[in-house]
């Protein structure tokens, strides 16, 4: 069906910036919303920043202004780039496909999430 790929995690430390990239394949038509979540010890998963195939993002209060998201629809990719990075932006971050087409009229009835990247940032 669909898998995605996130890469781009690692360690860095605070003030430093990342790129993100998360790959979906299998049989796709579109994607209709990408983003990215992210969760931390003993917390919930949390929406980080979202994006539709048009264009439109958006970015939670807690990162706005430091990361920005983006896509590439031609490739089923999307992108964080995270400057600025703060301890706690340390979480493993996750990449999530909403609304997948197989045809122009027809999704999945699921949506897809990635294994998880993990982003560390040291004080």
């Known amino acids: 069906q669909v898998s995605l790929v996130e890469s781009g995690g690692g360690l860095v430390q605070a003030g430093g910036s990342l790129r993100l990239s998360c790959a979906a394949s299998?049989?796709?038509?579109?994607?209709?919303?990408m983003g990215w979540y992210r969760q931390a010890p003993g917390m919930q998963r949390e929406l980080v920043a979202s994006?539709?195939?048009?264009?439109?993002?958006y970015v939670s209060d807690s990162v706005k202004g430091r990361f920005t998201i983006s896509r590439d629809n031609a490739k089923n990719t999307v992108y964080l780039q995270m400057n600025g990075l703060k301890f706690e932006d340390t979480a493993v971050y996750y990449c999530?496909?909403?609304?997948?087409?197989?045809?122009?009229?027809?999704?999945?009835?699921?949506?897809?999430w990635g294994k998880g990247t993990q982003v560390t940032v040291s004080s």
């Open positions: 999530n496909a909403n609304k997948v087409r197989t045809t122009f009229t027809d999704y999945y009835g699921m949506d897809y």
């Open positions: 299998g049989s796709i038509f579109a994607i209709d919303d």
């Open positions: 994006i539709t195939n048009g264009g439109t993002a």
